[in-house]
């Protein structure tokens, strides 16, 4: 069941945005995978990434960019993974398109390899 426009938290932030544009912003996600996790969130309460429009696209990926310098300068991490879920069965809890940017850090697990490969574990190595 997809989730309605007035009960969206994303819809109704109310918490402080990082940065902010005409399509799309970015906050600190709520429960973050390592310091500094941002979510990319669209303006217009679409569940599907594939459902964007060419622009909105753009700019969202733009912030991306610009959300991955930021967190570069503040946290200095030496990776990052960036990422989005498309639907229940990916993982997906908010109907709302947002994109995480996730800073990695040396040491904050065992052995990186393979990075989002690992959606599924163990069918992640190579």
């Not at 970015?26 to 990434?49: C, E, F, M």
Request: hydrophobic share 35%; net charge neutral.
């Amino acid at each position: 069941m997809k989730m309605k426009e007035k009960d969206c938290p994303f819809c109704h932030v109310d918490r402080e945005m990082i940065r902010e544009s005409d399509h799309c912003f970015a906050i600190y996600d709520l429960y973050p995978v390592n310091p500094g996790h941002v979510l990319v969130i669209s303006k217009r309460h679409v569940s599907d990434y594939f459902d964007l429009s060419d622009k909105e696209v753009a700019v969202l990926w733009k912030m991306v960019a610009e959300m991955k310098s930021f967190l570069q300068e503040k946290f200095t991490p030496q990776g990052f993974n960036v990422g989005f879920n498309v639907g229940r069965k990916a993982g997906q809890t908010i109907d709302h398109v947002h994109i995480h940017i996730i800073p990695r850090y040396s040491g904050d697990m065992e052995d990186p390899t393979g990075g989002v490969r690992h959606v599924i574990p163990k069918r992640g190595r190579y």
